[in-house]
C-alpha cells in the first residue's frame, strides 16, 4: 500500500507532545492497558468520592421545601432507578474496554461527529456542577474566614488545579487520603441529626409547604417538577466512568470485587447520593421549623453547621466543622468535574479543530467558565434551567445505554465498541437520531404540547422513547452506520509482544488475560496496544487513535462516503429519488443546520440574560424583552452572514485540500517513480562496476602477461647496450629498443592507474624536468616510427626553453606519449607536427597531424575509456581505447588544460598548456653513471626462484660477471630442496608462481629460521595490501626491472661496497641519423663551428656579434643571410647559426663569437 500523505517532523513532534499521558491520561484515546496500575480497590474509592458533592443536599432540600416530602422521595427513588438503569451498562462497558465516556458514546450508536454533540453536554454538565458547587465552597470559606466571595470564588476554582493537572495518581491519592476525614464528619453529622431529632422524623415525613394547597399527599406535578432538578444528576454517571476507565481487567481470581466495585462506584454511586438527599432534606425541614430563612436553610454550610452543633453546642466548634465538612466534599467533587471537563472539552474540540494543546490547556478554559459563570452569578440562573438540560442529557445517555442494554445482546449492533475515527461514520442515526428524538419530543411534552400528565413527566418520555427508538432504528437502518470499514485493523503478526519497562508494568500483565501485544504508530513512532491502532491508507501503515483524529489532511479517505456531507448528500438522494444536486442542495442543509445552531445558542444566552436581569414591574420585563429581542434579530442576521461565510470558507478550504491531496499524491507517485529509477540506476551502477571489475582484472591479467616478456626484452637491451664491443650504430637501435620497451612498460603501468587518477589517489611528483632531454628522447621513438609508416615528422621549438623546469617528468612524458602514438597511428599519409612553444612560463605543446580527423560529436565520447573512433573511413587501428583518457585525466591533475580542434578527413589539432615553472638554480648534473664491474665483499650465492626459466636466466646473466653465485629454482619444493644443500645470502623469489606463491614461501622461509634478505619480484604493479606482509620480505620490485635498480638493491640489503669501471663513462646514446638541434650538438661539433667562424671576416662577425648581444633576432638572421649570400663560411656552419637563432639562444651565438674573437 503506497503512501498518500508523508509525515513532517512538525506534525510528529506535535502529536508526540500531546500524547505526554503523564499529563494528558490517555484523554482522546484506549486507555492502555499498562495504565490500568491501580487497584481495582483504589479506583472504586476514587470513583466513590465524587458521591461527596454538598449540591445533593442542597438540591433535596430545595425539593423538600418547595414541593413536600412526599413528591421529593418518591422523585428520589424513580430517578435512583433511572440512573441505575442507564448508568449500570454504561459502567460496565467503560471498565471492561477501558473508554471514557465520550469514546463509549461514538462507538454505542453516535458515531464519530455525532458524539461531538454529546461532548458539549457533558463539557456543559461538569463547569454548571463545577460554578455550583465552588460557590458552596466559597459561602463557606466566607463564613469561616470571611474572605469576599468574589476572591472565595478565585480560590476554590485555582485550588483544584495542581491536583488534576497530574491525573489520575494524583487525584486517587488525594480522594483515597481525604476520604476517612469525609467519611468521619459525614457519618458523624447523620448519626447526630438522627439521634437528637429522631422524633421529628415522622413530621419531616408528612413535611408540606404551607404554599401548597394540594396538601401533603402525592401529587403528579410536583413529583414530576422534583424530577427535573433531580434528572440532571444523571450525567454523573460520566464522571464515574473517567475514573472507572482505570479498572484492571476482570479475572476468576478478581471477579467479585470488580463487580462490587463496579456497581457500587459506577451506578451505585447513587445509593449514597440517597442518604445525603435524604439528610439534606431533613436537615432543610428542621431548619424551616425552625424559622429559618429559605435561602439559608438549603445552604449547606448552615445544614452542616447545625448539624455539628448537636455534637457540642457551640457554633464556633459547628461552624469549624462544617466549614472543614464542605471544604473536604467540595474539592473531592470540583477535582472530578475539573477533571472529567477537561476530557470532554479535549473530545469536542479535537474533532472540530483537529488539534489537541492539552488537557490542560481545557482543563484551565473549562475553570475559567466556571469561575466566569460565579463572578457574574448566572450560576444560579443555570440552577434554574436544570430541568431543561436534564431533558438533553437523559435523551443521551437513555440512547447509549438502551443501545448496550438491548442492541448488544440482540445483535442488532457489533459485539465491539469501535471507538476510532477510521472506522466510524460521522453520524449513526441510531443512538444519535434516537437522542434527537427523545430530546425533541420531551421538549414538546416539557412545553405541555403533548398534555398535562406528559408535561409533568417530560422526563420519563424522552428516557422511554429513547429505548424504543434506538432497538427500531436499529432494524431499519440493519446496523450499516456502526462501522465504516472491516476488520481486522492490524493483524497480529505485525503485533508485537509488549515486554513490561517498569516494575509497576510487570506486576500489570502478570495474568494471561491482561496479556497484550502493541503496534507502532507510523506519526508519532510510539507503540501502543492493538485495541488503539488502525490501518491507514493515508501514510501506509498502523496509525494510533489520538493522530488520527488530530490528522485534517486525510479527509477521511480510509472510509469513502461516511462523512457528514456524503451522508447527507445520500440522504437527500433516496428522499429525492437521485434528483439532488450534487453540491447546491448539501450547501444549503449545511448553511440552515448551523444558522439554526447558532441562532439556537445565542437564543440560550439571551434567555439566561433575561432570567438573570428579569425586573419585577412589569414596565421593566417589556422594556427589557424588547430590548433583547431586538439583540437577537440583529445577532441572527450577523449569525447568517458569518454562517454563510465560514461554511464557503471550509468548503474552499475542502477543495483546496482535495487539490493539495491530488497534487501530493502525484508528488508521491512520481517520487516513487524516482525511487524506481533510483533503484535501476543502482542495479545499473553495481552491472557497471562489476562490468569495471571484470576489465579491471583482465587489464591487470594483461599487465601480467606482458611485464613477464618484457621483463626479457628490457634485460638484454640493457645487457647489450654495456657491452663495448657494440657498434655505435647498434647502439643507437639497441637504444631505439630500449626506449621503446620502457615507454610500453610505462603505458601498461598508465592503464592500471586510471582507477588511481578517476579517484584522486595519484601521487604527482615536483620534479625538477630537463625539457629538452625529454623531448629529444621522445622524438628518438617516434620519429623513426613516422618514417617507417611513410609520413613526414617535424619537431619545432618555437620558444626558448628553460633548461630545467618544474613537473612531474613521468606524466609529463605519459601525455605526450600518448598524444604522438595517436597522431602517428591515425595518420595513414601526410605529416605530424610537433610543435613547443613556451611564454611565461607556461609551455603548450601541439601535435598537428593530417590525418583522418574525428567528428565533433565524437570528440566528448573518445575521452572516455574504452571509448574510439571508429567508421567505415577510419582503418581498423590496434589500441585500448585509453590513451586520450589518460592525457584529459592526467592534465587535468597537474592543472592543465587540453584543447582539441579536429575535421574529418583533414587533420586534428591536439594541445596541452602546463605550467611548467622555470627552474633558476638547478641541482648539478652529476656525473654519468660509471658502470658496476664487481664488489669489494667475498663472492655472495643469491637463490633466484622463478617459474620462468627465462627470467632466471636474465637474471643469472646480469648477476654472474659481478661476481655473484645464482643458484636456481623453479618452484617453492625445489628451493626448499635446494637449502638443505645450500646455505644462501639472499633469496630473489617470483610473487605469482605455481603453487606456492613467492609471498607464501617467503613466510615459509621466515618460519624455518632463515633472516637472510629477500627480494621480491612480480609482474603485478602495485604491491600487496596485506601489512602481514611487509614483514616477511625486505625489498618489491615490479617488472620489466631495470637492471641498475636490482644490482642497487641487491647492494643495499647486502651492504656490498661495488667496483666500478675505471676510465671515462659510457658516451650517451648518440641522436637519431638526420636529426640536428642546437642544443643537443656535441663538444667536436661546436669545436667545428669554432673552427670555421675563425676564417670569417672581422666586420662580419662584428655585426652579427651586435646583433645577437641586444637579442635582435631579425638582425642576426641578416647577418646570417649576408654571409650565406657572400659564401664566407660552408653551409652548414649558416645551419648551425641559423637553428641557434630560431631557439632564440642568443648566448650560445655570442659564447661562439667571443671565444673566436679571443683565440685570435
Known amino acids: 500500500m503506497k503512501p498518500k500523505q508523508s509525515i513532517f517532523r512538525l506534525r510528529r513532534e506535535y502529536n508526540i507532545w500531546v500524547g505526554n499521558q503523564t499529563l494528558e491520561d490517555y484523554a482522546l484515546r484506549f486507555t492502555a492497558k499498562k495504565a490500568r496500575r491501580l487497584s481495582i480497590n483504589s479506583v472504586g474509592k476514587t470513583a466513590l468520592g465524587a458521591t461527596a458533592f454538598l449540591a445533593l443536599e442542597a438540591l433535596a432540600a430545595a425539593a423538600t421545601l418547595q414541593y413536600g416530602f412526599a413528591n421529593t422521595f418518591y422523585a428520589m427513588l424513580a430517578v435512583a432507578v433511572a440512573i441505575v438503569l442507564t448508568g449500570a451498562p454504561i459502567a460496565y462497558y467503560a471498565a471492561k474496554h477501558g473508554l471514557d465516556i465520550d469514546l463509549l458514546t461514538r462507538g454505542a450508536g453516535f458515531g464519530y461527529l455525532g458524539s461531538t454533540i454529546t461532548s458539549l453536554i457533558y463539557a456543559s454538565f461538569t463547569f454548571i456542577f463545577f ?40 487525584i486517587s491519592k488525594f480522594q483515597i487520603g481525604t476520604q476517612p476525614f469525609w467519611l468521619v464528619l459525614q457519618c458523624s453529622a447523620l448519626l447526630a441529626v438522627v439521634y437528637v431529632e429522631y422524633a421529628r422524623l415522622e413530621s419531616w415525613t408528612h413535611y408540606s409547604p404551607a404554599a401548597l394547597p394540594q396538601g401533603t399527599g402525592f401529587n403528579l406535578a410536583l413529583f414530576g417538577a422534583c424530577s427535573s432538578i433531580f434528572f440532571a444528576m444523571v450525567a454523573q454517571i460520566g464522571e464515574q466512568v473517567d475514573y472507572l476507565r482505570f479498572m484492571p481487567s476482570k479475572t476468576p481470581k478478581n471477579r467479585r470485587r470488580w463487580w462490587f466495585w463496579l456497581l457500587l462506584s459506577g451506578p451505585g454511586w447513587i445509593s449514597v447520593g440517597i442518604v445525603k438527599m435524604l439528610l439534606g432534606s431533613f436537615l432543610a425541614f428542621i431548619a424551616i421549623s425552625q424559622l429559618v430563612p429559605y435561602e439559608k436553610a438549603i445552604d449547606p454550610v448552615y445544614m452542616y453547621q447545625m448539624a455539628f452543633n448537636y455534637l457540642h453546642n457551640s457554633p464556633v466548634f459547628a461552624l469549624v466543622l462544617a466549614g472543614i465538612m464542605v471544604i473536604i466534599s467540595q474539592m473531592k467533587i470540583n477535582v472530578t468535574n475539573a477533571y472529567a471537563g477537561s476530557i470532554a472539552w479535549s ?289 441572527s442576521i450577523v449569525s447568517g452572514v458569518l454562517s454563510w461565510l465560514f461554511l464557503l470558507a471550509h468548503e474552499s478550504r475542502k477543495v483546496a485540500q482535495h487539490e493539495s491531496n491530488g497534487q501530493t499524491q502525484l508528488l508521491i507517485e512520481e517520487i516513487e517513480a524516482h525511487k524506481e529509477t533510483d533503484t535501476e540506476l543502482q542495479n545499473a551502477k553495481e552491472f557497471a562496476e562489476r562490468a569495471n571489475h571484470a576489465k579491471s582484472r583482465y587489464l591487470s591479467g594483461i599487465s601480467h602477461e606482458l611485464r613477464t616478456p618484457l621483463q626479457s626484452v628490457l634485460g638484454y637491451a640493457q645487457l647489450l647496450q654495456q657491452k663495448q664491443d657494440i657498434p655505435e650504430h647498434h647502439q643507437y637501435i639497441l637504444s631505439t629498443i630500449r626506449n621503446s620497451g620502457e615507454h610500453l612498460a610505462n603505458l601498461i603501468e598508465g592503464l592500471l592507474e586510471i582507477s588511481k587518477i578517476e579517484a584522486g589517489r595519484l601521487d604527482i611528483l615536483r620534479q625538477e624536468v ?79 597531424d593530417t590525418g583522418v580527423g574525428i567528428d565533433k560529436k565524437d570528440i566528448e565520447r573518445i575521452m572516455n575509456p574504452f571509448e574510439r573512433v571508429r567508421n567505415q573511413d577510419v582503418p581498423n587501428v590496434p589500441g585500448t581505447g585509453l590513451g586520450l583518457t589518460i592525457v584529459r585525466l592526467l592534465t587535468e591533475v597537474l592543472g592543465g588544460n587540453l584543447d582539441v580542434d579536429s575535421t574529418p578527413n583533414f587533420g586534428s589539432r591536439f594541445s596541452v598548456s602546463l605550467m611548467l615553472s622555470w627552474v633558476h638554480k638547478p641541482t648539478p648534473i652529476t656525473s654519468p653513471e660509471r658502470a658496476i664491474i664487481g664488489y669489494e665483499e667475498s663472492a655472495k650465492t643469491l637463490l633466484v626462484v622463478d617459474d620462468d626459466a627465462i627470467h632466471r636466466g636474465l637474471l643469472a646473466d646480469i648477476l654472474l660477471p659481478l661476481g655473484f653465485i645464482t643458484l636456481e629454482s623453479q618452484n617453492a619444493s625445489e628451493c626448499l630442496k635446494q637449502l638443505e644443500q645450500h646455505t644462501p645470502d639472499m633469496f630473489i623469489l617470483d610473487v605469482n608462481m605455481t603453487g606456492m606463491t613467492g609471498l607464501i614461501l617467503a613466510k615459509l622461509l621466515r618460519q624455518k629460521g632463515y633472516g637472510q634478505p629477500i627480494l621480491m619480484i612480480s609482474a603485478d604493479a602495485a604491491e600487496p595490501k596485506d601489512k602481514d606482509n611487509y614483514s616477511v620480505y625486505n625489498g618489491y620490485i615490479p617488472k620489466p626491472i631495470r637492471n641498475r635498480e636490482v644490482i642497487e638493491r641487491i647492494g643495499e640489503l647486502l651492504q656490498l661496497h661495488w667496483r666500478y669501471e675505471s676510465g671515462h663513462p659510457q658516451a650517451h646514446t648518440p641522436a637519431p641519423p638526420g636529426f640536428y638541434h642546437p642544443q643537443n650538438a656535441s663538444v667536436d661539433s661546436l669545436a667545428l663551428t669554432k673552427n670555421a667562424l675563425q676564417a670569417i671576416a672581422p666586420e662580419h662577425v662584428a655585426g652579427l656579434l651586435r646583433a645577437a648581444k641586444i637579442g635582435h633576432k631579425r638582425g642576426v638572421m641578416q647577418a646570417i643571410d649576408g654571409m650565406r649570400n657572400q659564401q664566407l663560411v660552408s653551409e652548414s656552419l649558416l645551419q648551425s647559426l641559423t637553428s641557434l637563432a630560431q631557439a632564440m639562444r642568443f648566448d650560445k651565438i655570442e659564447k661562439l663569437l667571443l671565444e673566436t674573437a679571443t683565440h685570435e
Not at 470559606?141 to 494524583?170: D, E, K, Q
Open 131 to 170: 460554578a455550583i458547587e465552588a460557590a458552596i465552597l466559597a459561602s463557606a470559606l466566607n463564613a469561616l474566614f470571611r474572605i469576599p466571595l468574589s476572591i472565595g470564588y478565585v480560590l476554590c476554582a485555582v485550588a483544584v488545579v495542581p491536583i488534576v493537572t497530574h491525573g489520575i495518581t494524583a
Open 770 to 848: 630537463r625539457i629538452k632531454e625529454l623531448l629529444n628522447q621522445l622524438v628518438k621513438i617516434f620519429q623513426p616510427q613516422a618514417e617507417a609508416k611513410g609520413i613526414e615528422f617535424k619537431f619545432h621549438i618555437h620558444n626558448a626553453l628553460p633548461e630545467v623546469a618544474i613537473s612531474d617528468e613521468k606524466r609529463l612524458k605519459q601525455i605526450l606519449i600518448n598524444l604522438l602514438s595517436n597522431a602517428i597511428k591515425y595518420t595513414p599519409k601526410g605529416r605530424v607536427d610537433f610543435n613547443v612553444y613556451y611564454r611565461n612560463q607556461v609551455a603548450e605543446f601541439t601535435i598537428v
Open 347 to 635: 473530545n469536542f474540540f479535537s474533532r472540530l479543530t483537529h488539534s489537541h494543546p492539552g488537557r490542560v490547556v481545557w482543563l484551565v478554559f473549562n475553570v475559567a467558565i466556571a469561575l466566569t459563570l460565579m463572578e457574574l452569578g448566572i450560576y444560579r440562573v443555570l440552577e434554574a434551567i436544570l430541568g431543561v438540560f436534564a431533558l438533553v442529557a437523559i435523551s443521551w445517555l437513555g440512547s447509549l445505554s438502551a443501545d448496550l442494554l438491548i442492541n448488544k445482546p440482540l445483535k442488532l449492533s457489533p459485539k465491539k465498541i469501535e471507538f476510532k475515527r477510521s472506522h466510524l461514520y460521522d453520524i449513526n442515526p441510531v443512538g444519535f437520531g434516537s437522542m434527537i428524538l427523545a430530546t425533541v419530543l420531551g421538549m414538546l411534552a416539557y412545553l405541555g404540547m403533548l398534555g398535562s400528565n406528559a408535561k409533568h413527566l417530560a422526563h420519563y418520555v424522552s428516557l422511554t422513547c429513547c429505548f424504543i427508538f434506538v432497538p427500531c432504528l436499529a432494524i431499519l437502518t440493519r446496523g450499516k452506520y456502526y462501522l465504516a470499514r472491516d476488520y481486522p485493523d492490524t493483524s497480529p503478526a505485525e503485533a508485537k509482544p509488549r515486554s513490561p519497562g517498569s516494575a509497576e508494568q510487570a506486576l500489570v500483565l502478570t495474568s494471561p488475560a491482561e496479556k497484550c501485544h502493541s503496534a507502532t504508530c507510523i506519526v508519532c513512532e510510539n507503540d501502543f496496544d492493538i485495541e488503539d491502532m488502525s490501518q491507514c491508507p493515508a501514510y501506509g501503515g498502523d496509525i494510533c487513535s489520538l493522530c488520527c483524529s488530530l490528522d485534517a489532511r486525510c479527509l477521511d479517505m480510509c472510509k469513502p462516503d461516511s462523512r457528514l456531507a456524503d451522508q447527507t448528500r445520500l440522504l437527500l438522494n433516496r428522499l429525492t429519488g437521485g434528483s439532488s444536486s450534487k453540491y447546491g442542495d448539501v450547501w444549503l442543509i449545511s448553511f440552515l443546520g448551523l444558522f439554526t445552531g447558532i441562532v439556537l445558542l445565542n437564543a440560550a444566552f439571551l434567555v439566561l440574560i433575561y432570567l438573570h436581569y428579569a425586573p419585577v414591574d412589569t414596565l421593566g420585563k417589556t422594556l427589557l424583552a424588547d430590548t433583547l429581542w431586538a439583540v437577537f434579530y440583529t445577532l
